[in-house]
């Protein structure tokens, strides 16, 4: 059996998207994970979607991780890309060379 992929949502509802702030948040992580977690993107390891709402409101961009159901509020690209180097290995799915 295939280990389960670990996957970013993040919140693009209109309290975590107030003044674009969610938005920004996901241009980040998209840019932070292409630089650093590219193998694991393109595999299907790891992968970043959006929601209209996860229903965790606050004012601040919020992110849930899967398959642990983790969420943060106004995470850093730096904090997410840890954590899902943590959560990929955690669940068996081995990172790219450059980071064992």
């Known amino acids: ?37 590219a193998d694991e993107l393109s595999s299907g390891r790891l992968s970043i979607t959006t929601r209209d709402c996860l229903r965790l409101c606050t004012r601040d961009p919020v992110v849930r991780f899967e398959p642990s159901g983790e969420a943060l509020s106004n995470p850093t690209p730096d904090e997410l890309a840890r954590l899902a180097r943590e959560a990929l290995a955690e669940h068996g799915l081995a990172l790219s060379p450059r980071y064992d």
């Open 1 to 37: 059996m295939t280990p389960p992929s670990v996957r970013l949502l993040v919140c693009v509802g209109p309290r975590c998207d107030a003044e674009g702030k969610s938005r920004a948040l996901l241009a980040s992580v998209e840019k932070c994970f292409a630089a650093t977690l």
